[in-house]
T-cell receptor
Framework: GENVEQHPSTLSVQEGDSAVIKCTYS??????FPWYKQELGKGPQLIID?????GEKKDQRIAVTLNKTAKHFSLHITETQPEDSAVYFC??????????FGAGTRLFVKA | ETGVTQTPRHLVMGMTNKKSLKCEQH?????MYWYKQSAKKPLELMFV???????ENNSVPSRFSPECPNSSHLFLHLHTLQPEDSALYLC???????????FGQGTRLTVV
C-alpha cells in the first residue's frame, strides 16, 4: 500500500546550523506534499508545501525540494533557532484528501 | 489558532463509558478528518468526510463512530473502548481542491 518513509527519526543540530529531513513516497499519483510542525501539546501546523509541478519552494528560512522521478522530497531549515525544536512530519496527498504521513522527525536545536 | 476547534482537550473514560469528541471548523472547508496519534507511530487516518459524506474508513473498529451533521462540525462517538485506544485524537479540515489541511489542538484520550 501507500506509505511515506521519513529520516532521520531524531536530529540534533547547533543553533545557526542547517537541518535537513528527507522523505520518500510510493504512490506515483501523489500530487501534493505538505510539511507539518508539531510542538508539545499542540496539533500539527502546516509550515510549507509543494505541488507535483514544482521542484523547489522557499519561504524565508524554510525550503522544500521535490524529485518526482526518485519519489523523494526534503525539508531544509537554515539558520536554525531554538524555537525550531519540534516534531516535523512530511506527508503525501492523493486525490485532494487522502493524506499519508511519515513517522516524524524530532528536531532538537541546541543553543 | 488554526480555525479548527476541538473539545474536550482532555478526556479520561472507563471502558464501559460512552463519550463524544467534537470538532468545529470556521474556515469554510468542505472536507473533515479524524486522525489518531499514538506514541512513536505515524498519524493514522481514521475517517474522511467530503461534503458531509464519509469517503474513507480505514478499517477502524466499530467502537469508534463518526458523525458529520454539516460541513462545519464533526463528531467521534466512543463506546466500549480499550486501553490501547488511549491516544491523541486530531481533527483536521481542508478544501478538497487545494488539499491544505489544518489541524485542531487534539483531544488527549485516556481509557482506564
Amino acid at each position: 500500500g501507500e506509505n511515506v518513509e521519513q529520516h532521520p527519526s531524531t536530529l540534533s543540530v547547533q543553533e545557526g546550523d542547517s537541518a535537513v529531513i528527507k522523505c520518500t513516497y510510493s504512490d506515483s499519483a501523489s500530487n501534493y506534499f505538505p510539511w507539518y510542525k508539531q510542538e508539545l501539546g499542540k496539533g500539527p501546523q502546516l509550515i510549507i508545501d509543494i505541488r507535483s509541478n514544482v521542484g523547489e519552494k522557499k519561504d524565508q528560512r524554510i525550503a522544500v525540494t521535490l524529485n518526482k522521478t526518485a519519489k523523494h522530497f526534503s525539508l531544509h531549515i537554515t539558520e536554525t533557532q531554538p524555537e525550531d525544536s519540534a516534531v516535523y512530519f512530511c506527508a503525501q496527498t492523493t486525490g485532494g484528501f487522502k493524506t499519508i504521513f511519515g513517522a516524524g522527525t524530532r528536531l532538537f536545536v541546541k543553543a | 489558532e488554526t480555525g479548527v476547534t476541538q473539545t474536550p482537550r482532555h478526556l479520561v473514560m472507563g471502558m464501559t463509558n460512552k463519550k463524544s469528541l467534537k470538532c468545529e471548523q470556521h474556515l469554510g472547508h468542505n472536507a473533515m478528518y479524524w486522525y489518531k496519534q499514538s506514541a512513536k507511530k505515524p498519524l493514522e487516518l481514521m475517517f474522511v468526510y467530503n461534503f458531509k459524506e464519509q469517503t474513507e474508513n480505514n478499517s477502524v473498529p466499530s467502537r469508534f463512530s463518526p458523525e458529520c451533521p454539516n460541513s462545519s462540525h464533526l463528531f467521534l462517538h466512543l463506546h466500549t473502548l480499550q486501553p490501547e485506544d488511549s491516544a491523541l485524537y486530531l481533527c483536521a479540515s481542508s478544501q478538497v481542491a487545494t488539499a491544505e489541511a489544518f489541524f485542531g489542538q487534539g483531544t488527549r484520550l485516556t481509557v482506564v
